[in-house]
């Protein structure tokens, strides 16, 4: 398929799903998944969050939504969940579980067929990359997707004009995610070498940036490098988790382009005067040319992503430890 | 004063609460804190989702509350915020712009007077003992005070009648704590013995025990022991930061008495196949005579609290490390 023709039928997917939201009052939206694949949901949480007077979103994992069983999911909830290859068990049961409840289900997973595909209402086909390689279509990949299935929403519902905003946006991520690999690589092989022994590294962020840092601790450092880690929110950590700082601790401050930022330069400012083995990644470095400014904090965060992903690749090649590599994970039961 | 007087005083703060609930409508509740304040909310976040069907919970950081400035926060929102001293500058803060949205606004605290309950609507002032002592009054220490808020809500607006379980059940706290106090200082010593030379302790929960996790994660462990920790969740622990997991590394794992316990006995499976150095906390071993059936799943939360602490103070002790001892909190600017 030419690359129009790829881009057009991930649309047509999210196009066919903002008519399923005129067809019914929706006062709730659920973002269920597991791992990398929750972790994926809170940009747009922040947005229904920020944006919305109406409309309530909320992040759970696939069980602890089965178990905690909401009493506000229904018939006007919406619930979108995402898979990697839709096989999650517990996703599945997710969106079986809020099928039972009423609740319209939207799935996004990167292949075509899959258990959670039969039991979701609609699904959502998703552009993906290794870590660290090109996605040869960033605007559908998984954030961008699921902005266009909440941006639209609030477009559809309630005349929000962001999504117009992100669909004139969106086509500029190819030159920034192509700007990141040529840029990156270098100062991601001068990270590698410096933090490839360390044994713990903290990561850290704020706003719609929060999941990109969970998402690389426990994902990356924990499932990938078997590197101790935990997202401190950079809020938080001024009440707590600021203690464990010292010259020799290493963390990784994410700095993103949203309103939360303030919180970000915070958190920078105690690194600076208190810690010496921190990396920080700041969106503003990036060239956002063509990037609607009201859209610029809201992408930043898939910005930060791609290039924490350069840096893994280069961290697990120092490490002589594959990305692939698992002790658990598709190899014992659980 | 006496005990019945004690109680009586923070039962009539509530009862006045419970009253201004009646003069509005409330279909959002935000739970603003920070740190350990924050952790505490979680509890009546699950209680709230679990329960209502037409009101709906969050629990944000303060700053992050103010910046993220949340669309559905208005005059039919009630935000609950706590700080100890009531002097957390954010809290503050986000109390002064909770007003200014026009939301009702309750704060907790242990002091009387503080430039919280100055911004705030009403204020509750909760008991408290310093980790690993009995509080003389755990009816009304901070948990329960906010159950009694939550629950009071929800029994007000739509008749739950959870809230007279609630106070059916709290004057059987005080046995509870007093036997944890008896039975798991022992206990203690050996954890303290076992685990003090670790670089890391994760925690691990689901549910209504996933605050106590993230507060000993990062106020007992990474605050007051300079101990790396991570509170995972149990549903999350598959997801990816299982991955870390091997014969050495450290857990602790609570076990409460919620819908969400599945979640927990497959995290201790895992545990009991592939580790070795982990902790068990289950509340299934303590006595809950007299505590409603309904209400064990969110008191089970304040019962592991409490263990939690009496092994902290072993930990302390065992690592000649005070739980006061600080670098940075209330010392340096930040």
């Known amino acids: 398929m030419s690359v129009a023709n790829v881009l057009q039928t991930a649309q047509d997917q999210v196009n066919q799903i903002l008519e399923a939201y005129k067809a019914r009052t929706i006062n709730r939206v659920f973002l269920v998944a597991c791992g990398g694949s929750s972790a994926l949901m809170y940009p747009s949480k922040y947005f229904i969050d920020r944006e919305s007077a109406s409309i309530s979103a909320e992040v759970f994992n696939s069980n602890e939504f089965i178990y905690r069983n909401p009493g506000t999911l229904g018939e006007n909830s919406l619930v979108i ?11 599945t049961e997710a969106a079986k579980f ?4 009423g609740a319209l289900t939207v799935s996004l997973m990167y292949v075509e067929t899959a258990p959670l595909a039969d039991e979701s209402d609609y699904i959502v086909n998703y552009s993906w990359a290794p870590p660290g390689e090109l996605d040869p279509h960033p605007e559908i990949a998984n954030y961008a997707i699921l ?14 004009k962001k999504y117009e905003q992100l669909l004139a946006s969106l086509p500029h991520l190819d030159g920034i995610m192509k700007s990141i690999k040529t840029n990156y690589t270098a100062p991601g092989k001068e990270f590698a070498a410096a933090y490839k022994d360390e044994s713990v590294i903290y990561t850290m962020a704020s706003g719609s940036n929060y999941g990109i840092a969970y998402s690389f601790a426990i994902c990356i450092l924990m499932e ?49 005067e208190h810690g010496e083995k921190f990396l920080v990644l700041d969106a503003k470095e990036l060239d956002w040319t063509g990037v609607d400014e009201e859209m610029k904090g809201y992408l930043a965060p898939l910005a930060l992503n791609f290039i924490l ?22 190899k014992v039961p659980y």
């Not at 266009?148 to 005349?159: F, P």
């Not at 464990?244 to 400012?269: C, H």
């Not at 992903?309 to 598709?330: I, S």
Request: proline share 5%; with cysteine.
């Open 81 to 91: 969940l995402c898979s990697h290859k839709g096989k999650t068990p517990e996703t």
């Open 98 to 101: 809020a099928k039972s409840k």
């Open 147 to 160: 902005y266009r299935l909440t941006m639209g929403l609030l477009y559809v519902k309630e005349g929000n």
């Open 224 to 272: 990938m490098q078997w590197i101790n880690s935990h997202a401190i929110h950079a809020g938080e950590f001024f009440h707590g988790p600021f203690e464990i700082l010292d010259k020799q601790m290493p963390f990784i401050l994410l700095m993103g382009l949203d309103e939360t930022r303030p919180m970000e330069e915070r958190a920078l400012k105690f690194l600076k």
């Open 309 to 330: 992903r350069v840096y893994a690749v280069e961290l697990a090649a120092a490490r002589n430890h594959p990305l692939e590599d698992r002790r658990y994970m598709f």
